[in-house]
Every structure is written in C-alpha cells, then in structure tokens.
C-alpha cells in the first residue's frame, strides 16, 4: 500500500479572487458616488446660500412732480379795519346806544359822555371871546380918534402909535380866544362817540355811570367797530416756498365750523421779509365776507396752489438711508448692483418725500433699502417695472404750523 498523497490543486481560489476584486470595486464605486454626491449637494448648498444672501427689492422710477402743488398751511383771519374807539374827554357815560354785534353806519351814536367841566370852560372862553371882542372894538374908535387928531397935528405921533399898537393887541386877543373856543368846541363834539366807517360793533366795556378818562389810560377801548365786509388771511409760509409766493396767486380756506364749505381768496400783499424766529413769509390774502359766515380772528386752513418744480422728482419716503454721508438713496445700476446716490430734499409730504436734485428720470430707486446695503452690492429686483412709484399728484404738500420747509 503506497503512502504518498496525491493533492490536486485549488481549482475555486481564482473565482474566489474575482468575487472579492468585484466586491472591491463595487465598494469604492459606491464611495466615489457618496464622495460625489456630497460635493454636488456642498456646491448646491454654497450657492443657494449665496443666492438668499443677495436681497430681493422692490425698485422704480422716480414719479414727476405734479404741474401745481397744492401748499396747505394754518393761518387766521382778521377785519379789513378794526377800530377800538377811547374817549377824548372825561366824564360820566350817560348813555350807550349800540351792543356787541350791532351793525352800524359810519356817524351813527355809540354812546354819550356828560361833561360838566369841559362845559364850564367853553363857557368861560366864550364869555373871553365877548370880552376881548369889546375891547377890540373901543381899541379901535380909539385909534381911528388919534389918527385923526394927529392928521391935524394936535397930538404927538408917539400917542397915536400907541393906540394903534394897542388896537393891534386888541385884535390878536380877539383871535386866541376865538381860536380858544374852537378848540373846546371840537373836544365837545367827543363827547358823542360814534362810529367811524360801517362795520359790526364787536366789544362794549363801559356802561352807564362809568367814570371815563380822556385818552383811556390803561383802561380798555369803550368800543370797537370792525369792518367784516372783507377779512385779512394771514398766513406764514416756509422760506423754501417764499419764491413762489406772486402776485395772481389763489388760494382756498376752510374754517372748523363750516365743514365742507371752501372760501376764495386771493394774495394781496407779503411783509417782504423773513422772520429769522421761525423762518417764515407773513403772507397777506383777501378773502370776501360778504355772506357774514367767516369770523374775525377765526382758525383756518389755507391751501396756496404753487407751481410745482419741473426737476423735482417723487420718491416714498422709506426710499432714504439715514447715515453718516448724509441723505443718500439706493438705486440698481444696469449691472444689478446698488449704488448709493446723495439727493436733497426740497419737501416731506409724509409718506412721499420731493427730492430737488441728486436723481435722474431714469434712476431706479429702491424702496426700502436694506440697512446693510452698500454700493457695489448684488441685488435683485422682485417686480421690475418701467412705471413711476407714484402717480404724480398735487397732494397736500406741506400740512403743519410753524414748521419750515
């Protein structure tokens, strides 16, 4: 019996090679397709990310200004002519005719002022005036009896030059008295207090019995008679406007107690200057009263129609950026990039704001700005459109008390 073993050889060692190099390369197939698709979800992501931190605005033309603007500001009414009326002379008030709001005519009596001193000196001056009127007149048979004497040479030339100085005395007297009596007799025609031109009485503080002192003192007017026919506006206009401010301008007011009604009125003078407390223009209007429905010293809201800048341009008032450079607005040049633009603002109408130079036509103005946004930023625009922000209207342009442009 042999020992020797015959072995044969390992015929299922290559298959098992193959098997394990598939297993290999399907393994590093399956890591190359994670490594790659993680890369292409990583550069997905970096450009997303990049995409949302570019800002999505809303930006548009800049609207024209409208051809008029409508200016409106407070102002108040006052008589074309109010008179507060004092006594000349003094007395007792004797009797008062005419009540607050009294129409009356010019000349018309108001009131009554006893006199008894007043009448004591006209009085006395006339009895003056008689007196000196005597003397002139024996002065003067006087002098015409020396003339004639010294014509025939029986007195001296220096007596009858005295009797002719003394009639020349004489009638001098004769005038201061009669000049005297006039005077008193014109402060006698004050003690009737009348009207001085047709009008409303609108204040009466003294009654019967009151003690009334020559020239009031520190005591209140008797009357006073106010012309309402026509009424004063008076209205202080911003400086910036001041320019616009022409003879021809027109202007509607309304008044508190007259809702829905509006009154005409027309410019009728400035007081040419600017008042340096508040940087304002007094401007004048007339307004006609006619009807009686407005009232002296009324509060009223007064709107000037103003022609309106051709290169003032409208943006909303979100549009600007408040920084360090000054008052600037963002607006997307060609490329979509933003661009910060310095601008001046000629009026603030709330939500709408009148840039007067630093834009163009053609800028397009962003909206609300990031408070981020820098010039030279990406930017997208949600809803481009050719139109103006605005549509151009004649708003209330300027509406506010004191306040200047």
Known sequence: MSSEIDIAPNKRLPHLRLVGLAVLVVAAGIAAS???????????????SAEQAVPTVVAASPSQSAETQALVLPGHLAALVNAPIYARVSGYLHAWYSDIGTHVKAGQLLGLIDTPDLDQQLEQAK????????????????????????????????????????????????????????????????????????????????????????????????????????LRVYVNVPQSYASEIKP???????????????????????????????????????????????????????????????????????????RQQGLQVAVVDQDGRAELKTVSVKTDLGTQVEIDSGLSPTDRVIANPPDSLASGDSVRIASPSPTPMHEPVAADHYQTGPAHG
């Open 34 to 48: 994670g490594i790659v698709s993680r890369l292409h979800a990583h550069t997905q992501l970096a450009q997303w």
């Open 127 to 230: 009895a003056d005036l008689q007196n000196s009127i005597a003397n002139e007149r024996l002065a003067t048979v006087t002098a015409g009896r020396w003339q004639k004497m010294d014509q025939e040479g029986s007195v001296s030339q220096q007596v009858t030059d005295e009797k002719t100085s003394d009639l020349s005395a004489k009638q001098a007297l004769v005038a201061a008295n009669e000049a005297n009596v006039k005077r008193l007799e014109a402060l006698e025609s004050f003690k009737r207090i009348v009207a001085p031109f047709d009008g409303v009485v609108t204040a009466r503080t003294t009654d019967i019995g009151d003690l009334i002192d020559a020239g009031g003192g520190n005591r209140p007017e008797l009357f006073a008679v106010s012309d309402e026919d026509r």
């Open 248 to 322: 021809g301008l027109t202007a509607t007011l309304t008044v508190p107690e007259r809702p829905g009604m509006t009154f005409n009125a027309t410019l009728d003078n400035t007081d040419d200057s600017i008042t340096q407390s508040s940087g304002t223009l007094l401007v004048q209007l007339m307004v006609d009263n006619s009807s009686g429905l407005l009232i002296p010293g009324d509060y009223t809201k007064v709107t000037l129609t103003l022609p309106a800048h051709s290169h003032s341009m409208l943006i909303p008032a979100s549009a600007l950026i408040f």
